[in-house]
């Protein structure tokens, strides 16, 4: 049988399903069935979760899917250490879901450009036991701050939560490669997404789930169709049986190409990356203070996947002054927890493969196109 696009599923059927082209993977197709058995697989395994689901759309689809199958009408704890963990406070107010209480990231000093930490273990601890939390909501890695949880913080949190019945959610989007142990450190739900820490294409969240998460799961209904994340775990779970079902519509051959860099991360040792990463963070964080830019994370809180440097240039805390260095960085936004008037920061992003595999490279060629800008 000749196809007409012999390249995209060389032993597929003839397309005349009406959800795809011949230009597109079918997700009935034995090619994405067998695949998919192996994605799943991988994520599984890389956060010792005991489900993994993929909800189409981008990793905030994945927080709001959480949010609504989760914290609709449950008492409801966010750490904010940034804008990013913001984002829940904005999920939960514009879909109505739950009164929410907020612990946020403190200065840990009261100079204009102050280091910050996250809010004290101790303080979190009790505002858990206060409110009664049955969903408490933290980043691993805050993208605005630059803040990193230590696995000590993390586990004393999930403990807290436990204690009064309820979730630790945990979103490790920006965590790049510190690959965390959902089992060691007691968390339920785990959020992420493919272009950052998993070198990948953007087009959907991942959430993987612990079993206390599978039996909260089947006693809650989401206040989402698209982002149903039971219906999409059923979804993933009959992909693992080896069948295939059909919610919405999913970004088969995006997800193709994401579980060939996930098999790339695989062979590579995750253990080793993760050591690159942790190596690379360090090197750009001395790099950028010995050019004078103090760190918005403080001291023993410092993201090695995502840095965030104070200035009191414009055209730095836009990024437009580093594309005279050839160099796309990112823009500063406020960290939403009482920050100084005149808050302003640029940051940079130490993700995938291509930089963990070259740490030497990467930081020359990060700190020659920061000291070429800087000399424009």
């Known amino acids: 049988m000749s196809l007409p696009r012999e390249d995209v599923d060389p032993n597929g059927l003839q397309e005349f399903s009406v959800v795809f082209t011949d230009r597109a993977v079918n997700h009935m197709s034995q090619k994405f069935v067998d695949a998919m058995q192996e994605f799943y697989g991988l994520l599984r395994d890389t956060y010792n979760a005991d489900a993994a689901v993929v909800v189409p759309g981008s990793g905030s689809f994945g927080m709001e899917s959480v949010a609504r199958q989760f ?7 966010v750490v904010r250490d940034g804008f990013f963990s913001y984002r829940w406070s904005q999920i939960i ?19 204009a450009t102050p280091g910050f930490a996250p809010p004290a273990v101790d303080q979190v601890i009790d505002a858990i036991k206060k409110q009664g939390s049955k969903v408490v909501a933290a ?32 979103d490790c989007i920006a965590s790049g490669a510190l690959w965390v142990d959902m089992k060691e450190l007691g968390v339920d739900v785990l959020i992420s997404a493919p272009q950052k820490g998993w070198s990948g294409w953007p087009g ?32 993933s779970e009959t992909y693992r049986a080896g069948k295939h079902m059909y919610h919405a519509t999913m970004p088969t051959d995006a997800m193709l190409h994401n579980l060939d860099v996930m098999r790339e991360a695989k062979e590579r040792g995750l253990d080793k990356i993760m050591r690159q990463q942790v190596e690379l963070g360090e090197r750009v964080r001395v790099g ?5 830019y103090k760190s918005v994370a403080a001291e023993g809180w410092e993201a090695p996947s995502v840095v965030v440097v104070y200035t009191d240039d414009p055209q730095e805390q836009s990024g ?13 936004v ?43």
């Open 71 to 77: 914290m609709e009408g449950q008492p409801t704890l």
């Open 93 to 111: 107010e514009m879909g109505k879901l739950t009164d929410h209480e907020v612990v946020s990231a403190v200065a840990t000093d009261d100079s």
């Open 139 to 170: 980043a691993h890695v805050e993208t605005a701050s630059g803040i990193v949880l230590t696995d000590e913080y993390i586990k004393a949190l999930a403990d807290a939560v436990h204690e009064q019945g309820g979730l630790f959610v945990l």
């Open 204 to 235: 959907m969240g991942y959430v993987m789930l612990n079993e206390r998460a599978l039996a909260r799961l089947e006693e809650t209904e989401s206040s989402s169709f698209s982002m149903d994340l039971k219906k999409w775990h059923t979804v």
């Open 288 to 292: 950028l203070a010995e050019r004078g």
């Open 320 to 332: 437009a002054k580093f594309k005279a260095g050839d160099l796309q960085v990112a823009s500063g």
């Open 334 to 376: 406020p960290l939403q927890v009482g920050e100084p008037e005149g808050f302003s920061t640029f940051r940079v992003g130490l993700f995938g493969l291509d930089k963990w595999d070259d740490v030497e490279g990467t930081v020359q060629r990060l700190f020659d196109g920061i000291d070429k800008a800087l000399k424009a």
